[in-house]
């Protein structure tokens, strides 16, 4: 793994920029991002999917090839297309590949050592690392093409889920490619030498102290809790700082880092503790049947919930499963005001919706499913419809961390920027 960035990316924009590239927004009277419609192959074929029963089997492949990702070896298709006349079908493409080929650029948040360091290299093994010190950054970084795809936590087993990586995906026009889950084993980490009992605060990412919470307080140890950026962040922040007052909760990885001591290994509140984190790419992947796929939206609707049970009606009846749903403030529209002359105004709040589901967009049923779901709403987003993370279960341990952490030492020490 490379470093490209000398530091963390820092927030540099205003209001995200749209890509010139193509986005599956499917939208009706409401637009409620900052999406916008540009030319592509990749639109019409989303907007088709979505704005009307599709009853053919196939996608009208042709358009495919242009939008394809070559990063990701689907250039193949092109040449496909070149020696056949017929018309392409999804099983002619080359499998969707779990992860990415060499040299992608990377977005995550955070600093060396960061669980989403390595969630990132887990999904796309050979990258070049470019950490960024806020979220967003990370999704501008690969809008303005500094980046080729970021890795970003979006849920946690027990710490539920990152809502500020769900309100992001919605401003922005990225699309998510991929999944990736990692078993997260946290550590608290001090200088050496630090004895567990004169320590006054742990600092961690709020995700980091809320998965640890109840094996903090069984420790029974008298601290403030400092939520800060990452963990990683945090366990840089001690060294740096020579705090010895303080600990990290943080990975095995930062401790070898930052030179800290483990105090105290698998600190996670439940051993089977699994972040999930989402590949986001500015074009969207060909959807596949060929493996489990899932995909991810978003919607809204102007009378509130009452849609709901109409909605995931639409799945239900076609024997799709929800594996999510994420509802979060409208932000264009967060209170609707409903009067009634002899009782007063109610206020309802307004939400967006966020689903994901066991299938691929490039199923009919999906794409029945969403045409009937589209009349229900008044803005309906695809987020994207990408390979299943189905790599076998391994429950987090310090071992297995710090295995992974030997093999990113051998990148990292010829590339990556250590403190
Ligand atoms: O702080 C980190 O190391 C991160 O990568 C962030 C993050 C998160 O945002 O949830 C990722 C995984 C863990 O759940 C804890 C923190």
Not at 108 to 122: H, I, T, V
Not at 225 to 236: G, M, P
Not at 319 to 331: A, F, M, V
Request: hydrophobic content about 40%.
């Amino acid at each position: 793994m490379k470093v490209i960035a000398p530091s963390h990316l820092k927030l540099m924009f205003g209001s995200s920029q749209p890509t010139s590239r193509s986005y599956p927004c499917v939208q009706n009277a409401q637009r409620s991002d900052s999406c916008g419609t540009s030319r592509s192959e990749w639109r019409s074929t989303f907007a088709t999917l979505t704005s009307k029963v599709v009853t053919q089997k196939t996608l009208p492949m042709p358009q495919v090839s242009v939008g394809i990702d070559h990063v990701n070896g689907h250039n193949r298709a092109a040449r496909v297309l070149g020696m056949n006349q017929k018309p392409l079908s999804v099983n002619d493409l080359p499998p969707a590949p779990m992860h990415g080929g060499a040299n992608l650029r990377v977005a995550y948040q955070g600093a060396p050592g960061a669980y989403s360091e390595a969630a990132a290299c887990k999904a796309y093994p050979n990258y070049e690392a470019v950490p960024c010190d806020q979220f967003e950054v990370a999704f501008q970084a690969v809008e303005l093409w500094i980046a080729d795809r970021a890795v970003l936590p979006i849920e946690n087993s027990l710490g539920g889920s990152i809502h500020r990586n769900y309100d992001l995906l919605l401003r922005h026009c990225l699309h998510i490619v991929g999944e990736v889950q990692l078993p997260v084993h946290h550590c608290l980490l001090a200088l050496p030498g630090v004895r567990k009992e004169f320590l006054t605060c742990v600092m961690s990412h709020p995700q980091g102290l809320a998965q640890c919470e109840r094996t903090l307080t069984k420790l029974g140890l008298n601290v403030t809790r400092k939520a800060v950026d990452n963990t990683a962040i945090a366990a840089e922040h001690i060294a740096a700082n020579n705090l010895r007052d303080t600990a990290a909760i943080a990975s095995a990885r930062a401790a070898d880092i930052y030179g800290l001591e483990i105090l105290e290994d698998g600190l996670q509140d439940d051993a089977s503790n699994v972040t999930r984190f989402v590949m986001l790419a500015r074009d969207p992947l060909v959807p596949r049947t060929d493996r489990p796929f899932k995909t991810s939206i978003v919607f809204a609707h102007e009378k509130g919930t009452s849609v709901l049970y109409k909605v995931l009606s639409a799945f239900a009846a076609r024997d799709i499963s929800l594996t999510k749903i994420e509802s979060r403030p409208n932000h264009n529209r967060p209170i609707r005001l409903v009067d009634d002359a002899n009782v007063g105004t109610a206020k309802h709040f307004e939400y967006m919706f966020y689903i994901d589901f066991e299938a691929s967009m490039a199923e009919a049923r999906v794409q029945n499913a969403l045409s009937e779901v589209r009349k229900f709403t008044s803005f309906l987003r695809v987020l994207g419809s990408y390979p299943m993370d189905m790599t076998p279960w391994s429950p987090s341990s310090s071992t297995s961390h710090k295995a992974s952490s030997k093999m990113n030492h051998s990148y990292g020490n010829v590339n990556m920027a250590k403190p």
